[in-house]
């Protein structure tokens, strides 16, 4: 069922654990930082006779607080985004149904949020085991000398977050050129003002070929006389529907290599009209037309493809094809078809990936089909004559319902929703991990101005200029960035197997989809560098050196 999408669930479940991973570094940091400011606070606490036991359940409490507020607010946000993505597609899924916020999604999502709450209360915690507490407040080169430390460790962590965000963020944007690159693809037919829509004939009104044929082309008459039809004609076969028709072909005189394959391109069959519906253009000869009909010569048209495989340096047209197998004996005559024109190769199946090799069109007109799919271009918006498609069919037969109507943008649009929610999901993905790591720069550099504010009034007060405090900080800021790029930039490469086969048009280590996203990085992470360096700029020197 979900083996088209396998290798996208795999993808998005990547991205899941790296966006969870960021955010657990985030929060790492942001303890650590917070817990450092409140040594204080704990030393006061504990020398009015708080124990430790008191102090660790405090911190623990507070934490699963966070974590719970931050599961159900979650919980809100994926709620509205499940929606969002059927918007996007998502509902085009194989057991789309399925994808909802059960009992079970939420369970899991509260006991990750209270594990989560309780594992980064722990850690704040588990420093003050066997903590002199009291040293706070006699030990302050010891102080600065544990804040150097810690201050490595925060900066450790800033740089897997850029490292992680960047990694992630090549990937989305690899989807995003591949998926740029999927549109710009010539499917070798217009979609625009094509209506389509199927009509089933029941063998017990219509049981021979005659009855069948009768119908048909009363059918596609009617069409076509509704007032804003430019053509319409029927076919056994739609682009890019997912359902295909495929058999074993071979052209008179043509002598298969040894160990050659059987070939077995796509078979349509369509009426006049199918070629001028879908804007299809001819590469020599004709298409078909009303005059192609049972009791007239037998014709087909073949693709480029089959053109060049079977009459190489020839004109095509003329020649005859054959639904047989090459070298055996059958039981029947093969019923050769004239080749009367070749057509361009169009997208069949899909618009990016592998296409069944060739493909030929027979005359509907001489082979009566129990189920047509009407294929309708109009001068104006396709859904306006709807109703009066229906209509001309109810006239033949009421109890004829015109079913799976669509317009061919719409089909279009379909055949590239698993491409589409897999670059929306990892896009989204990466603008959050973009999002972590900037609050992540931003509050190591936010915490190192106030820790060093004594430092920067003592600088401004014997006249350094306040740019060069702004470049003090924006450095050990950017410092972190380049550390993170280049981590990041190894592991995207190190890791592109894991995009390389659901990319169209692009490498997997594109340079171009590199630099831009380095790009991006830098200059969201300079915009968090900013603020706190632009902060450290307006610090007065005689408020600094009096605190």
């Known amino acids: 069922l979900i083996r088209d999408i396998r290798s996208t669930l795999y993808l998005l479940q990547v991205g899941v654990l790296m966006v969870l991973l960021i955010g657990c570094v985030n929060i790492a940091n942001l303890i650590m930082v917070r817990s450092t400011g409140r040594s204080r606070e704990l030393a006061t606490r504990a020398a009015l006779g708080a124990g430790n036991l008191r102090l660790v359940r405090q911190l623990i409490s507070e934490s699963v607080v966070l974590g719970v507020l931050g599961g159900i607010l979650g919980l809100a946000v994926g709620f509205g985004a499940l929606r969002l993505f059927m918007v996007f597609g998502a509902d085009h899924l194989p057991r789309a149904n399925d994808i909802q916020l059960d009992g079970g999604v939420i369970a899991i999502t509260f006991a990750l949020s209270l594990v989560a709450g309780f594992i980064f209360g722990i850690i704040p915690a588990l420093r003050l085991r066997g903590a002199d507490l009291n040293a706070v407040f006699r030990e302050e080169g010891r102080a600065v000398a544990v804040s150097r430390k810690a201050a490595a460790a925060r900066g450790l962590l800033v740089v897997t977050q850029v490292a992680l965000a960047f990694t992630m963020l090549i990937g989305a944007g690899l989807l995003l050129a591949s998926f740029a690159k999927t549109l710009a693809v010539d499917p070798g037919f217009r979609a625009d003002h094509v209506l389509t829509g199927s009509v089933s004939l029941p063998v017990t009104r219509y049981p021979d070929d005659a009855a069948r044929q009768r119908i048909q082309d009363q059918i596609v008459a009617r069409v076509r006389s509704i007032p804003g039809v430019e053509y319409a004609?029927?076919?056994?076969?739609?682009?890019?529907?997912?359902?295909?028709?495929?058999?074993?072909?071979?052209?008179e005189g043509y002598v298969a290599q040894p160990g050659e394959s059987i070939l077995s391109p796509l078979r349509i069959?369509?009426?006049?009209?199918?070629?001028?519906?879908?804007?299809?253009?001819?590469?020599?000869?004709?298409?078909?037309t009303d005059a192609d009909r049972e009791g007239s010569l037998p014709v087909a048209i073949i693709d480029e493809f089959l053109a060049?495989?079977?009459?190489?340096?020839?004109?095509p047209i003329g020649k005859r094809i054959c639904q047989c197998i090459p070298g055996v004996d059958l039981f029947e005559a093969p019923e050769w078809k004239t080749v009367i024109g070749v057509a361009p190769t169009i997208r069949m199946e899909?618009?990016?990936?592998?296409?069944?090799?060739?493909?030929?069109?027979?005359?509907?007109?001489?082979?009566?089909?129990?189920?047509?799919?009407?294929?309708?271009?109009?001068?104006?918006?396709?859904?306006?004559?709807?109703?009066?498609?229906?209509?001309?069919?109810?006239?033949?037969?009421?109890?004829?319902?015109?079913?799976?109507?669509?317009?061919?943008?719409?089909?279009?649009?379909?055949?590239?929703?698993?491409?589409?929610?897999?670059?929306?999901?990892?896009?989204?993905?990466?603008?959050?991990?973009?999002?972590?790591?900037?609050?992540?720069?931003y509050g190591v550099l936010a915490y190192s101005v106030a820790q060093r504010k004594a430092e920067i009034g003592v600088r401004l007060a014997l006249g350094s200029p306040k740019a060069t405090v702004f470049g003090l900080i924006m450095g050990q800021g950017m410092k972190l960035l380049v550390a993170g790029l280049a981590i990041g930039g190894v592991a995207a490469v190190m890791l592109s197997g894991l995009v390389e086969g659901l990319l169209f048009g692009v490498d997997a280590t594109e340079p171009v989809v590199y630099a831009v996203v380095a790009i991006v990085l830098s200059l969201v992470s300079a915009v968090a560098c900013g603020v706190p360096a632009r902060r450290a700029m307006q610090i007065e020197p005689g408020v600094a050196l009096r605190g």
């Open 233 to 251: 004609a029927a076919s056994t076969v739609l682009p890019l529907s997912d359902d295909f028709d495929s058999s074993v072909m071979s052209a």
């Open 308 to 315: 060049l495989k079977y009459f190489p340096g020839q004109d």
């Open 269 to 288: 069959m369509a009426t006049s009209g199918y070629f001028e519906a879908l804007e299809i253009k001819m590469i020599s000869g004709r298409t078909f």
């Open 350 to 441: 899909n618009l990016t990936g592998e296409q069944t090799p060739g493909q030929y069109y027979f005359a509907l007109a001489q082979e009566a089909r129990g189920h047509l799919n009407l294929v309708v271009r109009t001068r104006g918006e396709p859904t306006a004559v709807l109703p009066a498609l229906r209509a001309a069919v109810a006239e033949l037969d009421p109890d004829l319902p015109v079913h799976s109507v669509t317009t061919m943008e719409e089909t279009m649009s379909e055949s590239l929703a698993t491409t589409r929610i897999r670059t929306i999901l990892l896009a989204g993905f990466g603008s959050i991990a973009v999002l972590l790591a900037a609050i992540g720069i």
